[in-house]
Structures are given as structure tokens and as C-alpha cells.
């Protein structure tokens, strides 16, 4: 059968010269069964095949590995290089200025991007990378303080999720001795920033306020936070610069095997199932290149759903922890990506939505996803001036594309790659849900307010 398919392919340019000495007609039937063929096994047309993309050294760039590993990026004709970069501010100047076709990034960098906080782009996500995946470790000292304010179960072990309320006197401790907490986040859009500010608010604790005099965000701060880039956590962490910080893996894991600090709760506890990374490109790039567009967000889909597949994790651990993506040992890797997470030494856990790459809709843009994000950037000041509703939706819609993702999703039905009911029925916007540490409720067709709802931040009033 082999030979003769390949015999007939070799006989088709023999048959065209024949037909076309036989008449016009005969010509014309033999060229459209050609191109009806190739429409068969070829569905896009890749305007730039040759791609470079952007990532940082995170368990949450896996879905980049995984599809230049498993081969989806060139089952799509895409012949990718995946690099890493050495912060999140390089990543997002290299995208707009186009050293990089796209780039794992921080969900809140092409929100702020095209909301006016620091450098203005157009930017477009048209993938969600992951859910939940970050922690919040402290150190060993700030830990042996915090131990005794937080509840113990039947076993002896601490009762999860620990609220920041443990943390509370340990940083009036410090405030009485003249020693200001100092905690530090990856970025001043990362959802780090925002998941320890609503950690530590939903206590009482005040984690400052940004105004245009101070980007810092720590104006009537009780914790001090700053920048740290993700892989150099640990080693501030003990030498003694920070405290504590919110980081994703394996950088809350390396601090247990190291023996220098503990995680206290994970991201999954501040917000069940929240969003973590995006996938980035300019709207520049999609408009240029849209076939492109869409076959990058099929080989990340593909990628995404082989992540949440059984068995899978063990094998994707041993390609991270390969040096030319996050670069850490397997031992590391495995105590989140395989379903666990330890947190004080030898207290591991189930875990098992720690790290979501497909499940629940998790590669799905959803506009409420975006939405909440700028939410936390009015509620601290990074918005400085209140802003009627629509703005928040009409602002997402720019950026969050959910177009580009169904077009790609059912691109993959058709060819058999995920079942039909894995594509959303949805406006884009998911149920407000009170699956918070605190219990406050999220409704993103209500931005304002949900922003009024809490004690510590800036309140608006309706805008017309």
C-alpha cells in the first residue's frame, strides 16, 4: 500500500502534463483535486515559521517545554527557540520590542501595559498558562514566631490555610524593636504582589499604597515589600535581606530542601483555582501573523492537556529540570509538579490542583480573570483614579483574546486532538465566586464594587 501511495505521488506531475495535452477541461479536475488534498492536510498557512519565545526560570513555563519537547510546536510547522530571560522586566521589553515573537509572562504585565501603568504597549494573551502554583514562605526564625499563634490538629501539625493573623504580632515584635518586615515579591504586576497584599489585608495587616511619588507601593506599609527576581529568592531569603516572600516553584521547595525556610500557604488557599501565567504577544504580532497566532495557542493547548494527563508529570519534572529550562534538581520539582507540597520539613501534603494546566478550563483567557487584576491595581493605587465599570471590561477585551483560542481549540477537535466539550460554553466571564482566604466574594460584572468591599485599599464611587 506504501509503495504504491508513494508511486502515486510521483506519477501526479507525469499525469498533469498528459491531461493538459488531452484538453483544458481534464487540466482544470486534476489541479483542484490536488489543492482539495492539501486543504486535507494543512489547515493554516504559518506566515513566520521561525520563532523565538521568551520565559523565566518557573515550573509555570512548562507548557513552552512540553510543546517544543513532545514535538506540538512542529506538528504546527513552527520551529520554535525558547530562551530564558534573567527578570520579568526584561521579558516584557524584549517582547515589545520585538527581540522576542512572545513570551511567558506575568498576567498583570499586559494588563498594566494597556492600562496605564508603567510602559504602555498593546499586548495580547490569547492563552492562560496555568492555575495556582505560587507560595508564601517565611523564614525559619520569622516561622518559629509565627508557629505558636497558628491552630494544631489531631496529628500535631499545623491546621492549613494559615492565615496571616499568625503573622501579625511577629511584625509588631519587629515594629517595637525599630525593624521594619521586610517581604519580597517578583514584580509590581505579578500575582504575587497582589496574593500577599490580600493575605496580609484580609488580616488587618496594611501592605501599603502606590501613588505616582511612590512606586514603591509602601506608603502607610506594615510590611515592607520589594522586587526580587524569582531564582534569587532563597539566597535573599537567607542572607537575611527579606523575611519572607510569594514566589512560584520550585523557589518555595528549594527554601525546605535547603533547610532555610517554611512555606506558610499557597496561592490555591488566597484564591482557589486562581490564574497564574499568560502566554504574550503584540497586537502588532497577531495582526501580522494570525495563522501564527493561532498555531502557537494549539501547540500550547496540546501542551497544557498532555501536562494534566496521568502519568505525565513524572516525565515533564525530568524535562524542567533540564538546564535549559528551570534548571532545578528533579527532588525539587517533584515535591509541587507531582501533586504534594511540603511545607515545614517532612510535613508533605496532598496537593493535587497545585499546579493545573488544563483542568477546569485553566488555558481558557476569561475576561474576569483579567478583570480581577485590575482590581488589585485600583484597590493599591497603581490605577490612580477611579473608573466607571465598563472601563474594566472594555480595557479587558483589548487585551484577554479568547477569539484566538477558539479558533485554535476547534482547529484541535477537528483533528482529534480534544474532545468538543473541553471548549467552554461561556461570555467570557466566570461565576463570582467566594473561594477567597477571607471569604469575600468576586464578581467581575461588579468591579467597583468588589473594590469597595474591603477594609484596607481605595474606595470609589460610581463613575459615569
Known amino acids: 500500500m506504501k509503495a504504491l501511495l508513494k508511486r502515486t505521488t ?28 492539501t486543504s486535507t492536510t494543512k489547515t493554516l498557512e504559518i506566515e513566520k515559521p521561525q520563532l523565538t519565545f521568551g520565559f523565566i526560570k518557573l515550573t509555570d513555563m512548562a507548557p513552552l517545554a512540553i510543546a ?31 527581540q522576542l515573537d512572545g513570551s511567558h509572562m506575568l498576567a498583570g504585565q499586559p494588563i498594566a501595559a494597556g492600562a496605564g501603568f508603567g510602559r504602555q504597549a498593546e499586548l495580547v494573551t490569547p492563552f492562560s498558562m496555568d492555575l495556582n502554583g505560587n507560595g508564601i514562605t517565611v523564614s525559619n526564625d520569622v516561622w518559629s514566631k509565627m508557629k505558636p ?17 499568625a503573622l501579625k504580632p511577629v511584625i509588631e515584635d519587629y515594629k517595637n524593636s525599630g525593624k521594619a518586615f521586610k517581604m519580597g515579591m517578583v514584580f509590581p504586576v505579578s500575582t504575587h504582589n497582589y496574593e500577599i497584599r490580600y493575605w496580609l489585608a484580609a488580616a488587618g495587616i496594611h501592605p501599603g499604597m502606590y501613588t505616582a511619588e511612590n512606586v514603591q507601593g509602601q506608603i502607610d506599609a506594615e510590611v515592607l515589600l520589594s522586587v526580587t527576581p524569582p531564582p534569587q529568592m532563597p539566597a535573599t531569603l537567607e542572607a537575611g535581606t527579606i523575611y519572607g516572600y510569594c514566589v512560584g516553584e520550585p523557589w518555595n521547595q528549594q527554601a525546605v530542601f535547603k533547610g532555610i525556610g517554611v512555606p506558610v500557604t499557597t496561592n490555591y488557599d488566597i484564591w482557589k483555582n ?46 524542567l529540570s ?50 480581577w487584576f485590575l482590581t488589585q491595581m485600583r484597590r493599591w493605587g497603581q490605577i490612580p483614579e477611579a473608573k466607571p465599570a465598563d472601563w474594566y471590561a472594555n480595557t479587558i477585551k483589548d487585551i484577554y483574546r479568547p477569539d484566538i483560542w477558539t479558533k485554535a481549540a476547534k482547529l484541535l477537535v477537528e483533528e ?43 474606595k470609589d464611587q460610581a463613575v459615569q
Open 10 to 37: 510521483w506519477m501526479l506531475p507525469v499525469a498533469a502534463v498528459l491531461f493538459a495535452c488531452g484538453g483544458k477541461e481534464k487540466k482544470t479536475t486534476i489541479a483542484e483535486n490536488t489543492a482539495a488534498e
Open 68 to 98: 517544543k519537547e513532545k514535538g506540538f510546536f512542529e506538528d504546527e510547522g513552527l520551529f520554535v527557540s525558547v530562551e530564558a530571560q534573567s527578570n520579568w522586566k526584561n521579558v516584557l521589553d524584549r517582547v515589545i520590542d520585538g
Open 149 to 165: 499563634n497558628v491552630p494544631k490538629g489531631a496529628d500535631g501539625k499545623p491546621v492549613h490555610p494559615i492565615k496571616a493573623e
Open 274 to 319: 486562581n490564574p497564574e501565567k499568560v502566554f504574550v504577544m503584540t497586537k502588532k504580532f497577531v495582526e501580522q501573523y494570525p495563522n501564527t497566532a493561532v498555531a502557537v495557542t494549539k501547540a500550547l493547548i496540546r501542551a497544557g492537556k498532555w501536562l494534566d494527563e496521568p502519568g505525565n508529570r513524572a516525565e515533564a519534572v525530568k524535562i
Open 322 to 371: 533540564m538546564s535549559q529550562y528551570v534548571g532545578a534538581d528533579e527532588a525539587v520539582l517533584a515535591n509541587s509538579m507531582t501533586g504534594t507540597f511540603e511545607f515545614e520539613k517532612g510535613d508533605k501534603r496532598e496537593m493535587p490542583d497545585f499546579n493545573v494546566f488544563y483542568k477546569y478550563n485553566a488555558t481558557y483567557p476569561f475576561y474576569s480573570d483579567g478583570i
Open 416 to 458: 482529534g486532538n480534544i474532545p468538543a466539550s473541553d471548549i467552554p460554553t461561556t461570555d467570557g466571564y466566570k461565576p463570582a465566586t467566594a473561594d477567597f482566604i477571607d471569604g469575600t466574594t468576586y464578581d467581575a460584572k461588579d468591579p467597583i464594587g468588589y473594590i469597595n468591599s474591603f477594609k484596607i485599599g481605595n
